[in-house]
């Protein structure tokens, strides 16, 4: 990214929701100019909620069905001032990272991480949906600034 006094972006990200959409969620994601959805939304209104909050950029996951969810790609580059952030909901079916993206979003595990490995940044926001184990129910959000992107996990209590 270039530029030096750009304002700072809000994305929200979010995943494996399974049809479930938590009050707790839409808060933490309130505020965001977009929200990345990594897969398993489970149902179209779960999309429709989220709309209500910002733009909405989803992928399709292994539990994703139907004519709804056919209109949903499999993995998918956004672009937001100049960053590229690639999305897939299972990061072990990507064979490579596309060219210039530094951050890739997925979801699938339910367990919330953020890794960093050869100058590329992996986001994985958790699960929102119902609990899985003993795996907190999460979602992230990146800060893009002209410095970079700053994704930060946000741990739901519900």
Not at 55 to 61: K, T
Not at 69 to 96: F, Y
Not at 123 to 146: C, E, K, W, Y
Request: hydrophobic residues 40%; positive net charge.
């Amino acid at each position: 990214m270039t530029g030096g006094s750009r304002v700072a972006r809000r994305i929200g990200v979010i995943s494996d929701t399974h049809g479930l959409v938590r009050p707790e969620a839409l808060a933490a994601l309130r505020g965001s100019e977009l929200i990345i959805h990594a897969g398993d939304v489970g149902a179209p209104e779960v999309l429709e909620h989220l709309r209500a909050l910002a733009p909405v950029a989803a992928v399709r996951g292994n539990v994703d069905r139907g004519a709804w969810a056919d209109e949903l790609p499999e993995e998918r580059t956004v672009e937001v001032d100049g960053a590229r952030i690639h999305v897939i909901h299972n990061v072990k079916a990507m064979t490579a990272t596309p060219e210039g993206c530094r951050l890739v979003i997925s979801g699938h595990s339910h367990k919330p991480s953020i890794q960093r490995c050869d100058g590329v940044t992996y986001l994985n926001p958790g699960s929102a949906g119902l609990r899985r184990f003993t795996l907190p129910v999460a979602v992230a959000t990146i800060r893009l600034t002209s410095r970079g992107a700053r994704p930060r996990l946000v741990e739901l209590t519900v």
